[in-house]
């Protein structure tokens, strides 16, 4: 089954967004396989986000990141990516509709509060940039 890394920002960690964000994926249905806090560091932060590299928010996006812990999740089941995605709603939230995470908690596209992987191959380098040491847990 698909599974997609769905991070936390530390806005939303800030602001006491955890356990909304964990909830609205247990009752859609998925299954939690990996749950971490940590504070990445600027390095690793570049890394996740290295094909915005070029892009002129690039900085203030990584300074956003690294402005406190985030909590990092992998979530399993069907469709998990693009269904992922649709639950925490548009990247703008201006643009996110209401019931979706961003569009129900965020206004500003540089405190959006959650990050979702965008493709299968992508989901898969994002969990073994996160979660590659210790793994994810295989339960049923
Ligand atoms: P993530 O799930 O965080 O990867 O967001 P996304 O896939 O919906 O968007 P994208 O990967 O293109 O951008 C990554 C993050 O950069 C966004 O979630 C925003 O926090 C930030 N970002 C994207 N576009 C802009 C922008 O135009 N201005 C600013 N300030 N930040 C942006
Ligand atoms: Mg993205």
Redesign the pocket.
């Known amino acids: 089954t698909e599974q997609t890394y769905i991070m936390v920002?530390p806005d939303g960690v800030q602001r006491g967004l955890v356990g909304e964000i964990i909830s609205r994926f247990e009752k859609r249905g998925y299954k939690l396989v990996g749950l971490k806090m940590c504070a990445p560091g600027q390095e690793h932060l570049e890394n996740h986000?290295a094909?915005?590299k070029e892009?002129s928010?690039f900085p203030?996006?990584i300074k956003?990141m690294n402005s406190g812990p985030v909590v990092g999740m992998v979530w399993e089941g069907l469709d998990a990516v693009k269904t992922g995605?649709s639950i925490?709603g548009?990247?703008?939230p201006l643009q996110s509709a209401p019931g979706t995470i961003r569009g129900d908690f965020a206004l500003a596209?540089?405190?959006?509060v959650?990050?979702?992987?965008?493709t299968v191959e992508n989901a898969q380098k994002e969990i073994n940039l996160w979660f590659g040491k210790e793994g994810v847990t295989k339960w049923a």
């Open positions: 920002k986000y094909d915005l892009k928010f203030g996006l956003y995605r925490l548009a990247t703008n596209v540089g405190r959006n959650c990050h979702g992987s965008d």
